[in-house]
């Protein structure tokens, strides 16, 4: 119940592309859910994040679409470009006395100019 | 630069030995917490502190401890290293410790057991 299932593992898309990258939970009591953004040598950084009081989120080229009664997310990557390649990870938290954050497996996505 | 920093980046050591990893979280951040990140395992979540004291546990081995002092910063302690312990050990620290927020990450203290 404390798993985020996360797919695909890894992605190749064209620079201009669409990428798409699914998340799935099944524990009802996670009310918030981030995305996160890593290069390689880095930590994780914050990219987007949603509650699930509404559907959808857009920060420019990124959005968040949500589904709360198929309990699935998913970050979609409008005209992916090149600097967009690195790996990428759902993330779920529930409301209890503490933030921690529940991770999917992470999606390595390459953009190819 | 999130402001977490985390040492030694690097470190190898050998089977049956204890190291410690050492975090230093953003300015004023009360929270602290451990995540392991391994090739087939993505994050997985350790344990986290608040202000000195434990507040929630994950995956952590029991040959894995870890405390936050009272300047805030954090020390993950790894003891009986298996090969299997190899991986890269991040901490993020955060402002609150009860409400969902932004975890800031520093750059990883990766960890070779030979």
């Known amino acids: 119940q404390q798993q985020v299932k996360q797919s695909p593992q890894s992605l190749i898309v064209q620079k201009g592309g669409i990428s798409i990258i699914n998340c799935a939970y099944e524990n009802t009591a996670f009310d918030y859910f981030p995305w996160y953004q890593q290069f390689p040598g880095k930590g994780p950084a914050l990219l987007i994040a949603i509650r699930p009081d509404v559907s959808e989120k857009k920060e420019g080229r990124f959005t968040i679409s949500f589904n709360k009664s198929a309990k699935q997310f998913s970050l979609h990557i409008m005209d992916s470009q090149p600097g967009d390649s690195a790996t990428y990870f759902c993330?779920?938290?529930?409301?209890?006395?503490?933030?921690?954050?529940?991770f999917g497996t992470g999606t390595r996505l390459q953009v190819f100019p | 630069d999130s402001g977490v920093t985390q040492t030694p980046k690097h470190l190898i050591t050998a089977t049956g030995q204890r190291v410690t990893l050492r975090c230093s979280p953003r300015?004023?951040?009360?929270?602290v917490y451990w995540y392991q990140q391994s090739l087939d395992q993505g994050l997985q979540f350790l344990i986290q502190?608040?202000?000195?004291?434990?507040?929630a546990k994950g995956n952590i081995l029991e040959r894995f401890s870890a405390q936050q002092f009272p300047d805030l910063h954090s020390e993950l302690n790894l003891s009986s290293l298996e090969l299997g312990d190899s991986a890269l050990y991040f901490c993020a620290s955060s402002a609150s410790g009860g409400a969902a927020g932004e975890l800031f990450f520093g750059e990883g203290s990766r960890l070779t057991v030979l």
């Open positions: 300015s004023g951040d009360l929270s």
């Open positions: 502190y608040y202000n000195g004291e434990e507040r």
């Open positions: 993330a779920a938290s529930r409301p209890d006395n503490t933030d921690k954050l529940i």
